[in-house]
Structures are given as structure tokens and as C-alpha cells.
């Protein structure tokens, strides 16, 4: 059922009917790892999908670093209308993402921009228009590996976000060993 490849791993997505059966599939990437974390209906009928890559060919335009957080959006027929990658020269990962009530999206996920502690990976926040230009970032962070997952939206500015942490410091104050699993009440905007 896969009519294209572009290399290793790449993101695969497949709309379905009522049936099951399918209306369209479409293989995202480039020559190197792309993981598919997350899709999301969009408003106007097509969908966002997340996850991070280590290509910068194919449709990955751009690759900052060893991995980075890759969104692409896609119209209801499965075409691509824009993607755009986020991170610096480590690894940034995306884990979910969620359209907003302006039409833009709120995404999810662990930065490690530090070189000199590398597996000290942080929470990650990014608020993007709907067209992926960033409109704010904020990361949570302690001395461990950090790592948010799933974001639920309450309100305009107010998130429910759910992950794991390996930190006993900083904006994680408690730890019972190993990791843990972390659950954060935050409302941001973007001042």
C-alpha cells in the first residue's frame, strides 16, 4: 500500500473511509530517519502530523542539528501545503501537537541544546502560527532528562501537559527515582 520511499524510515499517513479503506497514503522524509509521533485533524478538513527527522532532503528543507522536530501539514486530499523543521545542533524532538483556537498550533516535546550535558534534555514548548512561523517557546527544565508528551488545551493560554522526568532540581522539585511521570498545569502567552 506504500506508493513512495525516500529512505530509511520516513513518516507514513493514510486516510481512511468509513470502510476502511483507502482514500489516499503519503510517505514524508528524506534519505535519513524521520519517526512519526503525532496527527492531528485540522480544522479545514486536513490534518498536521509531528514527529522529528535527521534528513535535510526530500521534503525536509531544512536540518539544524542531529535530530529535529518536523511538522508537516497537508490538505485534506494528503498534499503538502507547508513543513518546517525546528531545533538547534543537538536533538529536539516533537511529540504531539494540537491546533489552537487561532487557527495556529501548540506543540510538544524535549530540546537538548546543551552540548556539555548532552542526555540533559528539556521540556519543550513551541507556539507556531498556522502557516509554522514560531510565536513563542518556553522549555522547563531541571538536570535530568525531560521530556513532555501530550499537551490538552483548557483554554486560549491554559495547557495540561503530561510527560517524563529524570530531574530532581530546578522547575522539578520532587523525584521518586528513575523516571517519573510528570504532569504540568501551565498558561502561557506570548509575552
Known sequence: DISTSHGSVDYWVVRLNELGEIEWEKALGGTDVEQLQNVEATADGGCIVSGYTSSSDGDVTENYGWNDGWIVKLTNEGEVEWETSYGG????????????????????GATDHDPEIFAGAEGWIVKITNLGAIEWEYTIEGNGLDRIEDIFILDTDKYIMCGSTHSTDLEVPIHHGGPD???????FNSQ
Open 89 to 108: 545542533e543537538l536533538e529536539d524532538l516533537i511529540y504531539a501537537v494540537r491546533q489552537t483556537t487561532d487557527t495556529g498550533y501548540i506543540l510538544v
Open 181 to 187: 511521570f510528570w504532569i504540568i498545569k501551565a498558561s
